[in-house]
């Protein structure tokens, strides 16, 4: 088993008498490598690496240090197959998942690649003459970069390459169950020419690393995805930091009487079952029209009966494993607050220890309420509810009584339902006729609610998480004017 140490200024670092810690791979609970264990000096280390490092790269004209980041994208194609094949292997998502996964950080460094030639500002007239008015685009410095372990290269790369772009240094903290696939991704952008020091990379747990990240002073910004009770702890430690947060989410999939039920059928395994409901998009509600909900239940339940289950690198499986123990006792736990709760579990609800990792049977409830724990909750694992309402009006309010606001589907094949939902729906995100997951780099990212903080990741809005906008004003009239108080002299 390798040992990797620190990534601080375009070299690995082994500081003496560090701990150390294993990533597994979740379907044999085998070691995969092994990384050192950070603490709060080699935070500072990287934080000062980095603020060196940043100048120069910022100096670089944007349309440069887009090239760079184009780079990045060819080189993570080229080895697609690899870096898709160690996504499966550290996290557990069958490799056509894995494949996607990489796909998604090529797609959002290409993209980005392109922010390059645009960063835009606005143009606008000014209230006196011969004066010009602009905005323009600046790097907010060094900032902090924390990421989950369910998409090990797409979101350090949806955060990466914004940051990267707009003239940022980066210090990364990457989830502790899937480093090996942030440090290739560290690598391949050193490699495509991003300098050292630029991007920095410190392993460890929240508590000896993520928290000095956090409440570091000489960091300008934060962003994290994660779950709610990191996030808010990050809120309330970041100070006066730019801070991007998004938190997680209770997805709903409503199916409408008069929709392509098989269609439906096809969302809703993807979205409940897909990563095998480890995604902050997972679909963990149906909600389901009255007239069609035993014929859909039905349908449901035969097909996630007949779900393999087993190595995510054979093309045989259909679901890998949870990514860890905690992972499968939370999810059981709420199986059994279900079945507390009195909803009806009819298929799944126990863990598969005899496979030899961290599996867990994708479950069904029925006859959820919508005020019930499972409900309301966020999982995380293959468990979804199946709730009865009497029409569209009923079920928008379902979908919307919740703490999250993240994404959401309706299928119907009636266009005065989808729009409908499209307007009254509570949520950053709306299908129509597909499933919650599936996002484009090219859209903004995120949601509302207890979701996180308003920041939307990637397209065009991607940008300004990681940018502060200068306002410039350039007077050639040759005199003094005072925009608000010569009044009389714009006449």
């Not at 645009?118 to 007239?125: A, E």
């Not at 730019?242 to 395994?269: C, H, P, Q, Y």
């Not at 309706?410 to 509570?426: G, R, S, V």
């Not at 950053?428 to 597909?434: D, L, M, P, S």
Request: with cysteine; net charge positive; aromatic share 6%.
């Amino acid at each position: 088993m390798k040992k990797y140490g620190l990534w601080i200024a375009g070299r690995e670092v082994y500081p003496k008498g560090r701990k150390t810690f294993v990533s597994l791979n979740p379907t044999n609970k085998r070691a995969v490598a092994s990384f050192c264990s950070g603490s709060e000096t080699d935070v500072n280390t990287a934080v000062a690496v980095a603020h060196q490092a940043q100048k120069k790269w910022a100096a670089l004209p944007a349309p440069q240090r887009g090239e760079v980041l184009l780079e990045v994208a060819r080189l993570l194609r080229r080895r697609k197959q690899q870096l898709g094949r160690l996504v499966s292997t550290e996290m557990g998502k069958i490799l056509s998942e894995g494949l996607g996964d990489v796909q998604e950080a090529i797609d959002i460094f290409e993209y980005m690649a392109g922010e390059g030639r645009r960063l835009f500002g606005h143009t606008t007239p000014s209230e006196l003459r011969s004066k010009f008015c602009c905005t323009m685009r600046r790097p907010l410095g060094v900032v902090g970069l924390i990421t989950p372990w369910n998409f090990p290269m797409a979101i350090p790369a949806w955060k990466l390459a914004p940051a990267l772009v707009c003239g940022n240094a980066v210090v990364l903290k990457p989830a502790s169950d899937t480093p090996l696939c942030a440090y290739e991704l560290v690598k391949t952008c050193e490699e495509a020419g991003i300098p050292p020091g630029v991007i920095n990379m410190v392993t460890g747990s929240g508590d000896e690393v993520g928290a000095h990240i956090i409440r570091h002073e000489k960091l300008a910004g934060i962003s994290f995805t994660g779950s709610r009770v990191v996030g808010e702890f990050v809120a309330a430690n970041a100070g006066l930091k730019r801070v991007g947060l998004e938190l997680g989410g209770k997805n709903a999939i409503i199916i409408m009487d008069d929709a392509d039920l098989d269609l439906a059928l096809e969302g809703v395994l993807f979205g409940a079952f897909g990563t095998a409901g480890q995604r902050c998009t997972a679909a963990s509600r149906v909600i389901v029209s009255k007239e069609v909900k035993d014929e859909f239940e039905e349908m449901l339940v035969k097909r996630a009966e007949r779900l393999r289950l087993g190595d995510p690198l054979k093309e045989s499986t259909d679901i890998g494993p949870l990514i860890n123990e905690n992972a499968v006792k939370k999810t059981h736990r709420y199986t059994e607050i279900g079945k507390k709760e009195h909803a009806k579990l009819v298929t799944g609800g126990y863990a598969l220890p005899e496979k030899g990792g961290f599996f867990y049977k994708p479950t069904v409830f029925t006859n959820v309420k919508p005020h019930m724990r499972i409900a309301q909750e966020e999982i995380f694992g293959p468990s979804v509810s199946l709730m009865k309402v009497n029409d569209v009006r009923e079920a928008i309010r379902v979908c919307n009584g919740i703490e999250y606001g993240l994404s959401s589907a309706i299928y119907t094949n009636d266009i005065q339902k989808a729009f409908t939902a499209i307007e009254h729906i509570e949520a950053g995100i709306t299908y129509v006729n597909a499933s919650t997951i599936g996002a484009e780099v090219h859209l903004p990212f995120g949601g509302i609610k207890k979701t996180g903080n308003g920041t939307r990741e990637a397209g065009i809005l991607g940008v300004e998480e990681f940018s502060e906008v200068k306002t410039v004003y350039i007077d050639y009239s040759g005199k003094l004017q005072k925009a608000q108080i010569d009044v009389d002299k714009r006449k």
